[in-house]
C-alpha cells in the first residue's frame, strides 16, 4: 500500500522559475526522503529530513516538514531545465522495514 | 566509486523460462531491496533484506524469490516469468541505522527492463 502520494501528479514550468511539489503520508515516521528520477534511469537521492527537523536545504533544494499534517515539501529554486525528471518522496512504515515510495510528481521544465 | 550494479539492463524472454537478475553493491550495505516499476503505480516493493540469510517479502512478492547467501549480493529469480511481470526493475541498498529500521538514504541500480512474452 502507498505511504506517500505526491502532489501535483505533473507540473510543467519555465526555467527559472520555482517548483514546489507536496508529499503527504499517514503513519508516524522516522524520516522522509525526496529522489529523483531521470527518464527509465535509477533513482537518485536528493535529500533525507529527520522526524525531528521542520526544514533543511540542500544547494537549489528546500524541503519542509510538517509531522502535525504528515506532509512535506520540495522547493526547487530558479529551475533549469536539467531539473526535469520524476520526483519520488519515500518514508519508512511504522510497522517493518520497507522504505515505501509514492507515485511521483513528474516535472518539466521549458527553455 | 560506491555503487549499485544490476544486469543485465535488458532482457526479453519467454513465458516460463527461468531467469535471475543479479545486483550487487560496494557500499557493505546491510539492507538492500528489490523495487518494480510500473506506469502509474509507482515503486512497488517485491522482497527485502536486513541482512545475510535475512530475507522477507515486500508488497509484491508473488512469483519471485531472493537469496542473500553474501552481503553484495541480492540476485532477483523468477522461477516462471509471466508476461503480468514485465516491469521495470530496480534494486537499491543502504545502510541500516542503529539496528532500528531506519533505513537511511538508498542507493539504486540502474534499473533492468524485462519484457516477457
Known amino acids: 500500500s502507498q505511504q506517500g502520494e505526491e502532489d501535483p501528479q505533473a507540473l510543467s514550468i519555465q526555467e527559472g522559475e520555482n517548483a514546489t511539489m507536496n508529499c503527504s503520508y499517514k503513519?508516524?515516521?522516522?524520516?522522509l526522503q525526496w529522489y529523483r528520477q531521470n527518464s527509465g534511469r535509477g533513482l537518485v537521492h536528493l535529500i533525507l529530513?529527520?522526524?525531528?527537523?521542520r526544514e533543511k536545504h540542500s544547494g537549489r533544494l528546500r524541503v519542509t516538514l510538517d509531522t502535525s499534517k504528515k506532509s512535506s515539501s520540495l522547493l526547487i529554486t530558479a529551475s533549469r531545465a536539467a531539473d526535469t525528471a520524476s520526483y519520488f518522496c519515500?518514508?519508512?512504515?511504522?510497522?517493518?522495514?520497507?522504505?515505501?515510495f509514492g507515485k511521483g510528481t513528474t516535472l518539466s521544465v521549458s527553455s | 566509486e560506491a555503487q549499485v550494479t544490476q544486469n543485465p539492463r535488458y532482457l526479453i524472454t519467454v513465458t516460463g523460462k527461468k531467469l535471475t537478475v543479479t545486483c550487487s553493491q560496494n557500499m557493505n550495505h546491510e539492507y538492500m531491496s528489490w523495487y518494480r516499476q510500473d506506469p502509474g503505480l509507482g515503486l512497488r516493493q517485491i522482497y527485502y533484506s536486513m541482512n545475510v540469510e535475512v530475507t522477507d517479502k515486500g508488497d509484491v512478492p508473488e512469483g519471485y524469490k531472493v537469496s542473500r547467501k553474501e552481503k553484495r549480493n541480492f540476485p532477483l529469480i523468477l522461477e516462471s516469468p509471466s508476461p503480468n511481470q514485465t516491469s521495470l526493475y530496480f534494486c537499491?541498498?543502504?545502510?541500516?541505522?542503529?539496528?532500528?529500521?531506519?533505513?537511511?538514504?538508498?542507493?539504486f541500480g540502474q534499473g533492468t527492463r524485462l519484457t516477457v512474452v
Open positions: 537499491a541498498s543502504s545502510l541500516w541505522e542503529g539496528g532500528q529500521a531506519r533505513p537511511s538514504e538508498a542507493f
Open positions: 503513519t508516524s515516521i522516522n524520516n
Open positions: 519515500a518514508t519508512k512504515r511504522q510497522a517493518g522495514t520497507a522504505l515505501i
Open positions: 529530513i529527520r522526524s525531528n527537523e
